[in-house]
């Protein structure tokens, strides 16, 4: 395929260890980079973001196929795959760099991620209010090469047993007709 037919999602969603784990499952995405946008420092290192004080959050940048996958389907894998109702929260991750976010590349993208939040929201598919943040993208920098494919590489970890491991399980259940 051709780079060129291919479009970006930027997704927040809490660590994004776990994000990335999830999104290189499905069919139609071609690449997914862990990483920072959404501050308002230039060139953040993780140090820095993890402090909370840079504006950033952790995100992944998603190059899919959108005849294979619509951005829509990566909305509703996203909601349905991490707490988008916690303000600056998931599970024991704390703070503005691990918020619920959706970063749009178009007016387009802004327009579905309304759409589905407010769909989730009418269907009460959720307990509490959906507080995604909706923004245009920044600048997307790209995290430090040990947080690439993290997941994959570090499976025995505690972290990921206990907290990707159960996000991959409900991927492999909910969207079983989308993995790879």
Not at 37 to 53: H, Q, V
Request: net charge negative.
């Amino acid at each position: 395929m051709n780079s060129e037919n291919l479009e970006l999602a930027t997704l927040a969603g809490g660590c994004f260890w776990c994000t990335e784990a999830v999104f290189q499952r499905l069919k139609g995405v071609e690449e997914v980079l862990s990483g920072f946008t959404g501050g308002n420092i230039k060139n953040p290192a993780y140090r820095e973001i993890i402090t909370g004080r840079t504006g950033h959050a952790e995100a992944i940048q998603i190059r899919f196929n959108p005849t294979i996958i619509s951005f829509q389907e990566l909305l509703y894998v996203f909601l349905a795959t991490h707490d988008p109702t916690t303000l600056n929260r998931q599970q024991n991750d704390v703070g503005t760099q691990y918020r619920s976010a959706v970063f749009y590349h178009s007016e387009k993208q802004k327009e579905i991620a309304e759409e589905v939040i407010q769909e989730l929201e009418n269907k009460e598919i959720f307990q509490n209010k959906i507080v995604t943040e909706i923004s245009a993208v920044k600048d997307f920098y790209i995290a430090e090469k040990e947080h690439q494919d993290f997941y994959n590489q570090h499976r025995q970890q505690p972290y990921c047993q206990f907290i990707i491991d159960p996000k991959i399980k409900k991927l492999t259940e909910v969207f079983a007709d989308k993995l790879k």
